[in-house]
């Protein structure tokens, strides 16, 4: 996922009457409960929609996966912390995945 220049009006038009926003946020330091609250609630009345937040600096490997692989940036203000979150990224599958035979480790067991 490669940070858009301008900001999309749009991220995708699959979304049906009963879909939720799923949306993933990047801050300086990890959401603060009441923060958290406050932007889904702020989402939520723009699109009159459930949201589902993800702290993208606190979530782990799988949905941070699926976040940068399959989701659309609508605005980044900050690319470092952009990059420096993809580079976590590839760090922390190298930990995450285990080792297999077929890669030349040994299996766990």
């Keep these: 996922m490669t940070p858009p220049r301008q900001p999309r ?12 926003l ?22 939520g009345q723009c699109t009159g ?8 600096r606190t979530a782990g490997v799988p949905v941070l996966r699926e976040a940068l692989r399959h989701g659309v940036c609508l605005f980044c203000r900050d690319r470092r912390a952009y990059d420096g979150l993809v580079s976590r990224l590839l760090v922390d599958t ?7 035979p077929a890669n030349g480790h040994a299996a766990l067991c």
Excluded: W, Y
């Design 94 to 100: 190298e930990d995450f995945l285990l080792p297999h």
């Design 49 to 56: 929609r459930p949201v589902d937040l993800v702290d993208l």
């Design 22 to 43: 799923d949306a993933g946020v990047l801050c300086a330091h990890p959401l603060s409960a009441d923060r958290r609250r406050a932007l889904i609630h702020a989402l």
């Design 9 to 20: 009006r749009r991220a995708a038009r699959t979304a049906t009457p009963e879909s939720d």
